[in-house]
């Protein structure tokens, strides 16, 4: 049998002169969750750098690029997974933060600014952690109740569905004053979010992301993604794993949103909108939009990229002149590069496969990812 | 009797593409229902699955009235569809193709034990276990559709056009394997085939199905001459009438 799925190194390339042999349960494991585990020892690496070697300003960009990575994996779950295109997932996030508002600034500035408020929820103040769980389990309430009717839609037409759900929160939010102060700038929420603190949330989400994505829920909305009549006819409920799988993304959406929040400290209607939205579906779209190896390394690429375009926009001083891109290089530089991605690799960089483990000299491995399945 | 087609009558828009159409299966039969493009033969398999209503008619299985009822509860009850045109998810592989006809299951001992069963009668299935299914020759593929409807433990499998676009000899072994479920676990199934020589063959018994109507039903052993379904398929008698088993 060994010898006969040899065949199959299309779809795995990377096959290693190293052979590490997992004889140890631990190594079995590791092997079976390679791809989350992978992707945390590299964002480790990342984090652990750039806290103790990079400047306060880099410190803060490579956190917002961190809530970002969470927001893209958060879309993967339900992109990924289902095949329906979100445009709404923005508006999972915004509920995500400002429910974070709501539960974590201090009484006074709650009643000054945003007298609406259930009492409760005026006098009480909760702790980070809670906040965050909370709003993301908000989103997911929230993605239950719209879920329910966009996902009998298909294609495109769900697409659009999402995209309507983003405008109409958009404009709730910015018009919902005692809740939101609408178009003003809520502020008071305490800054507790930096790399180390997302580091732990990133990993976990991974971890349950891969888990799902192989367990038979998983399965079952890819199967409808693959062939809707098929996936039917073999007893899949089609709008059911939608809609878990568009719950789930919400959720982990949703605490990205929340811990958006407590890194700026402050929150503005404006900051949810389509710009947001391009920039995290383009760092799907770079990656691979069907592994969760895809969503990882987009955004890792795509926030890089940015931050290096940023940097030349600002310049360089050569002798006494200064060499810069012009303002919008940034946006210009994205657009190119997903050009590029479009035209010579449609399915992303990382071909919407996961990256298994590379050392395999056995098929142990193999055994241990089917025993998940 | 397991399936009861009654008098169905499907319309897509105004237009009928079935008329009166009745099919009975009986447990651990093979039925074929064979006919030419556009007689209505999928239409009928799509309104047993539930993803066509009739507009008149009832479909009976074993004693529940299922018409209407939507698809994944009709494949609930133990109807097993197998879609024409080899409907694999493409990029999930073998065995996770597999895995989704097992979903509807609890009893993990039994499903592993299928499992094995139908890696065993299809162990090209087994080779690949690990390959994207869309990578799959068209008759490896159709197995790899007819295994997965195996692994949801139908009561009944219906299965249309499996020799669609699949050269001959490959056609003879899709065949080959749907008796051999009959004789060996006593699945039931009921085939639709453009082919009717191939249906007489494996079939106990057939209808023949032209422009949304029966033309005829019987057991396959007399009419094995061909000659009274080759009328009845192409149409060449006239007033054929559908109620009765041979008509003239």
Known sequence: MAMTTEGNSAQRPTSSRFTIEAKSPFMLQVRAWWPPVLWSIVLLIIVAIIMLAGGPVLQKTLTDALIKLLVVVGLYVFIGNSGILSFGHIGFMMIGAYGAAWMTCCPRTKKLFIPGLPEYLQTHQFPFLVSVVVSGLLAAVVALISGSVLMRLSGIAASIGTFAFLMVMYSFYLRWDPWTRGASTMTGLPVETNSWVMLPFIVVVMFGAFLYARSRYGLSAKASRDDEVASKAAGVNVVGQRLLSFVISAFIVGMAGALFGHFLGILTVDSFGLPLTFITLSMLVVGGMQSLSGAVLGSIVISALFEALRQLEVGFNVGESVIALPGGGREVGIGILMLIILIFRRNGLTANQEIYWPFRGDAAAKTAMSRKS | ?248
């Open chain 2, 1 to 248: 009797m397991l399936l009861k087609v009654d008098n169905i009558t499907v319309h897509y828009g105004r237009l009928a593409a079935v008329r009166n159409v009745s099919v009975e299966v009986n447990e651990g039969e093979i039925v074929c229902i064979v006919g030419p493009n556009g007689a209505g033969k999928s239409t009928t398999l799509l309104t047993i699955s539930g993803i066509l209503s009739p507009t008149e008619g009832t479909v009976t299985f074993s004693d529940r009235n299922i018409t209407g009822m939507n698809p994944e509860n009709v494949a609930r009850m133990g109807i097993s569809q197998v879609p024409e045109g080899r409907h694999v998810f493409t990029s999930l592989n073998v065995e996770e193709n597999l895995r989704i006809g097992t979903r509807m299951r609890r009893d993990r001992a039994e499903i592993e034990r299928d499992f094995q069963m139908v890696l065993e009668m299809f162990p090209v299935l087994g080779e690949r276990k690990r390959q994207p299914a869309g990578k799959l020759s068209g008759g490896e593929q159709q197995m790899l559709v007819i295994g997965r409807a195996l692994l949801t433990r139908p009561r009944l499998m219906t299965i249309d056009e499996p020799s669609l676009g699949l050269a001959p000899k490959i056609v003879d072994r899709v065949y080959e394997v749907l008796t051999d479920l009959r004789n060996r676990i006593g699945l039931t199934l009921l085939i639709v085939e453009q082919s009717s020589e191939r249906a007489l063959k494996a079939a106990d018994r057939i209808h023949v199905l032209r422009s949304g109507q029966i033309q005829l039903s019987g057991n396959a052993a007399d009419l094995r001459d061909g000659e009274k379904v080759k009328q009845a398929y192409f149409g060449f008698t006239e007033g054929v009438k559908h109620e009765g088993e041979v008509a003239f």
